[in-house]
């Protein structure tokens, strides 16, 4: 095709050479001066020249234009064709210009519903848009990222976005393809709750506890800001077991659980470490605050108790209370000191908060 067309112009090109040459030749013979022929035959020569030019420029225009169509054409082929979603969006004025039909079943909307309106209102955060947007400008193109979207009712949904950089129409554009994984993301969230989590009681598990623990005692050693831990345990676990069942022995702990909600504060983590015992980290917050907070769990415990098959149970902590000190190096060593507190309270008679490493940092 291209041969063919390159054939052509330089089959007109040599034509108006002719008909230039030839209209030259009239020129002269017509001539009544000798010094009017190189006049008439530059003339006629350029006259053919720039005729050819011109014709050759409107061949490859109207080549270029042919391309552009039967580009965009195949381009709309592929993308209509695709069974993933596709959207095109110019960058003028980023209003959408093309959506396949996977897309317009993604989003829940048809064509005249869906292409001229602005995409960012398809992104349920405007900065995710924009931070797109900067990524693209940056690296020419944007692979796997993953975004909260609308669809045209306004249910929101997660994808995976995928952008490059396209000419469309004969403008600037932006290709987008994407699928939904909000399945994936749920059953993402169910197994990161399932690996963090407690079953009976719904709180931090012990690995998740202690990893937040440790994230908190680097925060407090970097800033210089104090950092409390409180360890505690049920007195005398082992007997509400063994008189009441272990369906009693669990709803104790979830009752204590419940007492720590409501006196710690919503930045304060609370985790089960093991059978009976728990974990408080207190940021921001001193030895001394920590175990007047310590205290009021203690009284709070005791004196909340719960009816299960007609018995009134009731049970105590003991609590263990140590603060950041000089010399920590990790979250094992307040964790050690608290221990070692939790330990003295039980010695001394249990049902008691006992403080170890009083200094501050």
């Known amino acids: 095709m291209r041969r063919t067309r390159h054939a052509t112009v330089i089959s007109l090109a040599t034509g108006l050479l002719a008909f230039a040459v030839a209209a030259a030749g009239w020129l002269v013979d017509g001539g009544e001066s000798p010094v009017l022929r190189p006049l008439g035959i530059g003339a006629a020569l350029a006259l053919g020249i720039l005729a050819t030019l011109q014709m050759a420029s409107r061949f490859r225009q109207e080549e270029i234009g042919r ?33 396949n039909e996977a897309a317009h079943a993604l989003f829940k909307g048809s064509v ?33 990222v993953e975004v909260v979207l609308k669809d045209m009712r306004g249910n929101r949904f997660w994808a995976n976005l995928s952008v490059v950089n396209i000419l469309f129409a004969g403008e600037p554009a932006t290709l987008a393809t994407m699928s939904d994984i909000t399945d994936w993301k749920s059953r993402e969230s169910e197994l990161r709750h399932l690996a963090t989590t407690d079953p009976l009681t719904g709180i931090s598990n012990r690995r998740h506890f202690l990893e937040t623990a440790s994230r908190e005692f680097m925060r407090s050693q970097r800033y210089g800001s104090p950092l409390s831990f409180i360890l505690l345990d049920i007195d005398h676990f082992k007997n509400i077991n063994d008189t009441f069942g272990h369906a009693d022995g669990d709803e104790a702990l979830r009752r204590l659980v419940a007492v720590c909600a409501e006196v710690i504060r919503e930045v304060d983590t609370l985790g089960r470490l093991g059978g009976e015992e728990f974990g408080v980290i207190l940021p921001e917050t001193t030895v001394a605050a920590a175990a007047e907070v310590g205290e009021r769990l203690r009284q709070t415990v005791e004196t909340t108790g719960f009816d299960k098959t007609g018995d009134n149970i009731r049970f105590t902590v003991s609590l263990g209370v140590a603060g950041s000190c000089k010399g920590d190096k990790e979250f094992d060593d307040l964790l050690r000191r608290a221990d070692n507190a ?17 200094e501050e940092p």
């Open 67 to 99: 391309r552009l169509v039967e580009n965009e054409r195949q381009l709309r082929s592929i993308i209509e064709a695709s069974p993933l979603p596709i959207t095109v969006t110019r960058l003028s004025d980023g209003a959408l210009a093309y959506a």
């Open 112 to 144: 005249a519903e869906s292409t001229g309106l602005y995409a960012g209102a398809f992104y349920a955060d405007p900065q995710e848009r924009r931070r797109i947007t900067r990524l693209l400008r940056r690296r020419g193109e944007v692979k796997g």
């Open 342 to 358: 939790l330990y003295e309270a039980k010695r001394q008679g249990r049902n008691r908060c006992v403080i170890d490493c009083p």
